[in-house]
Nanobody, 122 residues
Framework: QVQLVESGGGLVQPGGSLRLSCAASGSILSINDMGWYRQAPGKQRELVAR???????NYVDSVKGRFTISRDNAKNTVFLQMNSLKSEDTAVYYC????????????????WGQGTQVTVSS
């Protein structure tokens, strides 16, 4: 069993910053890519940023230069530093990871966190 638990969401004024964290726990053998997605009301879930196990990153164009994804492989944790936040960043943010477990070591499965609300408003 694997769990992804997010933290760090909340209410922030435009121009402010937040840092999201997501810790994976359970019968983990290895973690490949980790990432953050978001879903705003009435919109489809979209990729925000992803990071490989080796540290290669990619971002959606709308957050480039403002958001930074990073990870601590020793702690199975991924972070999203969000600066210069805008009202259009308001959404539920979901953590995602490709994980193989000790019970199924040859298969990477897709796991999701429960989501954390980020609201950017004055």
């Amino acid at each position: 069993q694997v769990q992804l638990v997010e933290s760090g969401g909340g209410l922030v004024q435009p121009g402010g910053s937040l840092r999201l964290s997501c810790a994976a726990s359970g019968s983990i053998l290895s973690i490949n890519d980790m990432g953050w997605y978001r879903q705003a009301p009435g919109k489809q879930r979209e990729l925000v940023a992803r990071i490989s196990s080796g540290g290669r990153t990619n971002y959606v164009d709308s957050v480039k230069g403002r958001f930074t994804i990073s990870r601590d492989n020793a702690k199975n944790t991924v972070f999203l530093q969000m600066n210069s936040l805008k009202s259009e960043d308001t959404a539920v943010y979901y953590c995602n990871a490709d994980i193989s477990t000790t019970s199924d070591p040859w298969r990477l499965r897709d796991y999701w966190g429960q989501g954390t609300q980020v609201t950017v408003s004055s």
